[in-house]
C-alpha cells in the first residue's frame, strides 16, 4: 500500500457527488452546475482571434511563457482592472490557471498544518476544498443577506488564538447565498480586522454578471477602498467573462505578497496557458469584452428572472429564498429540520437536480438550504424543472 501524504487524507469525496453520480439520465435537467451556459460561449469571437493571430504570436501562444502572465496580457488586463476603479498601479498582477489557482497559492503562501483561517458559511465550496487540502482550521463566521454576522467576526477575532492567517470571502453574487455584501458590511470589516495582521482573500468571479447598473456603488469591492494597515488579495476570473475552458484567473495584490506568490506558482505549473493568454488578451484589446459581457449579464438576467418569478409561483410558503441580482445562483432556505438531501433524492427520481446546503457549510452538517442555479439552463427549462422540485418539497414536508 503506498503511504499517501497526511493532507490527501482531508480531501473527501462529497455525498453530493456520490448522489449525482445516480443522476445519469441525459433527460436530466440540472439546476446544480455553476458553469456558464454552453450557448453562450463566444465561439466565433475566439475563432476570429485565432484566426488573425500571425505566425509569429500562434508560436509564441504555443511556448511556455513568464510564471506570472504574459506581459501583453498584463498590460491590458491591468487597463480593464483599472478602468472598473481597482488600485492596480500600487499592486502587482499575477495570471493564474483560473481564479481557483490564485485562492490555491495565497492558501499555500499563509496556511501551515492547523492554522486558522476565516470562512464565511455558507461559503465556496472550491475554496473550502483548497483549505482543507492545506490543513487549515476552517473558522466559520455565519452570513445573513447584507454579509458576514459583524458580532460573530468580532467574537472570532476576540476568542481566536492564534490569530486566524487570513479571511477569505465573497462580495458580489454569493455562491452559493447569491448575496451583495452592503458597503456598511464591507466597511465593519475592513474597521475590525485593520493592523491586525489578517490579510483579506477578496474573491469577486461574478460582480461583472449584475442584473442593475443601480447596485454597482454598493458592489465596490474592499480592494477598490485599498484600505490602510490591511493587506487585500483581490482574486478575480476570465471564466464567467469568456470561458472556464482557458483556465485563466488573476490576483492583485500588494509587493510583499507577490514574490511569495510568484516562488508558489513556479512551482506549481511553471506558468499559466499561453494559448488561452494570448486569446484573452485580443478579447480585450479589441473590446469584445465589453460587448460579450453585456449580451451574457442580459441573458443571464432574463433566465434569474424567469428562476424568481417560477419559484414564487411554484414554492410553498414555507420555502424562503433570495432574490438574486446577478450572478448564477438562488439559495432555497427550507423550514428547520427539513433535510435537503431527502428532497434531492426525490428529486433525481422526478428527474431534476441541485446541490444540498452542506455541500457548502465547512462543517459539513447544516442542510436546510438548496442552492439552485439558473446558469446554464434556459428559461423554458427553468419553467419545466423548478415545478419538480416544488413537488418534491411538498411530497415530502406538505
Ligand atoms: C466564488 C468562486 N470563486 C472562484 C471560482 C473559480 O473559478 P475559476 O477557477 O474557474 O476561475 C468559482 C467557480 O465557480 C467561484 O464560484
Excluded at 453520480?21 to 466565433?44: C, Q, R, Y
Excluded at 454578471?209 to 454597482?216: R, S
Excluded at 438576467?301 to 424568481?308: F, P, T
Excluded at 439559495?331 to 429540520?337: F, Y
Aim: aromatic share 8%; hydrophobic share 35%.
Amino acid at each position: 500500500m503506498p503511504r499517501f501524504s497526511k493532507n490527501i487524507a482531508n480531501l473527501r469525496s462529497s455525498e453530493i457527488r456520490d448522489l449525482m453520480s445516480l443522476a445519469t439520465d441525459p433527460n436530466m435537467i440540472s439546476f446544480a452546475g455553476g458553469m456558464p451556459g454552453n450557448e453562450l460561449f463566444p465561439i466565433k469571437l475566439v475563432d476570429n482571434i485565432y484566426n488573425s493571430l500571425t505566425e509569429r504570436e500562434k508560436q509564441a501562444a504555443m511556448q511556455y511563457g513568464p510564471t506570472t502572465g504574459l506581459p501583453t496580457l498584463l498590460e491590458s488586463l491591468s487597463d480593464y482592472l483599472e478602468s472598473k476603479g481597482l488600485p492596480v498601479r500600487n499592486n502587482r498582477l499575477i495570471i493564474t490557471t483560473g481564479s481557483l489557482q490564485a485562492i490555491h497559492i495565497l492558501a499555500k503562501a499563509f496556511i501551515d498544518p492547523g492554522d486558522p483561517v476565516l470562512v464565511e458559511t455558507p461559503s465556496f465550496i472550491g475554496a473550502l476544498s483548497t483549505f482543507r487540502a492545506c490543513e487549515a482550521e476552517l473558522v466559520t463566521v455565519p452570513l445573513h443577506s447584507d454579509g458576514m454576522d459583524i458580532s460573530i467576526l468580532q467574537n472570532r477575532l476576540d476568542c481566536n488564538s492564534p490569530s486566524p492567517k487570513f479571511l477569505y470571502y465573497v462580495p458580489n453574487f454569493h455562491n452559493p447565498a447569491g448575496i451583495i455584501y452592503t458597503p456598511e458590511v464591507k466597511l465593519q470589516m475592513v474597521n475590525l480586522l485593520r493592523g491586525k495582521e489578517i490579510p483579506i482573500i477578496e474573491d469577486d468571479a461574478y460582480s461583472d454578471l449584475y442584473f442593475y447598473e443601480e447596485d454597482l456603488p454598493k458592489m465596490r469591492l474592499i480592494k477598490e477602498m485599498d484600505p490602510e494597515g490591511i493587506d487585500v488579495c483581490f482574486t478575480g476570473s476570465f471564466s464567467k467573462i469568456l470561458g472556464p475552458g482557458l483556465r485563466l484567473g488573476w490576483m492583485l495584490v500588494p509587493d510583499s505578497i507577490y514574490r511569495k506568490c510568484e516562488l508558489i506558482k513556479q512551482s506549481l505549473d511553471a506558468c499559466s496557458p499561453s494559448l488561452s493568454q494570448v486569446i484573452a488578451d485580443k478579447f480585450i484589446r479589441e473590446g469584445y469584452i465589453h460587448t460579450y459581457i453585456t449580451e451574457v449579464r442580459e441573458e443571464y438576467k432574463k433566465r434569474g428572472l424567469a428562476m424568481i418569478e417560477t419559484l414564487e409561483s411554484c414554492l410553498p410558503e414555507y420555502v424562503s429564498f433570495e432574490k438574486p441580482r446577478g450572478g448564477f445562483y438562488t439559495w432555497l432556505k427550507l423550514p428547520e429540520g427539513c433535510d435537503a438531501t431527502d428532497v434531492l433524492r426525490k428529486a433525481i427520481e422526478k428527474g431534476v437536480v441541485f446541490v444540498t446546503g452542506k455541500t457548502f457549510d465547512p462543517d459539513g452538517a447544516c442542510n436546510d438550504h438548496m442552492r439552485v442555479s439558473f446558469c446554464n439552463t434556459d428559461i423554458e427549462t427553468i419553467h419545466r424543472g423548478i415545478p419538480l422540485i416544488a413537488e418534491a418539497i411538498r411530497e415530502l414536508y406538505g
